[in-house]
T-cell receptor, first 115, second 115 residues
């Protein structure tokens, strides 16, 4: 059963600590998206990659957030230093490439709480 | 820029009643439109999508949506609500050009089904 896997599912940390969230996209999917979900802002697109190359990370606070795809099976989202306003659920989603009509497959999310 | 607007952040219906969730889009080109559903503590999953062709689109769990270009709408309906339909529903539009597509989500509508 192919699915997007995210770790950790839950993370509680203190302000100033580094947080790394990981995503394993579905095998063969070459497009990966990171979204952040909060009550106030809904689903915000933070960054996305195609064939491991970043296409757009304009939704991310550059001073503290970074997103990478070290290889085709792993995407990471790092926050350093974390702040209470970063508390949210972070979703990774993946999809295929050429000819794709657009279904995104979402992971179950990483719920981050920054104290 | 292409975007979507969901009218009503909360909708309540009685079990067995019609479900109508509203979505309007803004787009200068024919859009690709999607409805996703999110159950508590889960990621989003695709309900249905409109790409080209037939304007009435059928999805999973008895849901359907009709693309109306004249009204720039893509409302989601289900003839008879079931308790299991209680969830949050998101309308989304695909933006960009081939190779750089990204997905913008509405703010969501939380559906409550009353016994």
């Amino acid at each position: 059963d192919a699915r997007v896997t995210q770790t950790p599912r839950h993370k509680v940390t203190e302000m100033g600590q580094e947080v790394t969230m990981r995503c394993q996209p579905i095998l063969g999917h070459n497009t990966v998206f990171w979204y952040r979900q909060t009550m106030m802002q809904g689903l915000e697109l933070l960054a996305y990659f195609r064939n491991r190359a970043p296409l757009d990370d304009s939704g991310m606070p550059k001073d503290r957030f970074s997103a990478e795809m070290p290889d085709a099976t792993l995407a990471t989202l790092k926050i350093q230093p974390s702040e209470p306003r970063d508390s949210a659920v972070y979703f990774c989603a993946s999809g295929t490439g050429t000819g794709w009509t657009g279904e995104l497959f979402f992971g179950e999310g990483s719920r981050l709480t920054v104290l | 820029a292409q975007s979507v607007t969901q009218l009503g952040s909360h909708v309540s219906v009685s079990e067995g009643a019609l479900v109508l969730l509203r979505c309007n889009y803004s787009s200068s080109v024919p859009p690709y439109l999607f409805w996703y559903v999110q159950y508590p503590n889960q990621g989003l999953q695709l309900l249905l999508k409109y790409t080209t062709g037939a304007t009435l689109v059928k999805g999973i769990n008895g849901f359907e949506a009709e693309f109306k270009k004249s009204e720039t709408s893509f409302h989601l309906t289900k003839p008879s609500a079931h308790m299991s339909d209680a969830a949050e529903y998101f309308c989304a539009v695909r933006r960009g050009s081939p190779g750089t597509y990204k997905y913008i989500f509405g703010t969501g509508t939380r559906l409550k089904v009353l016994a």
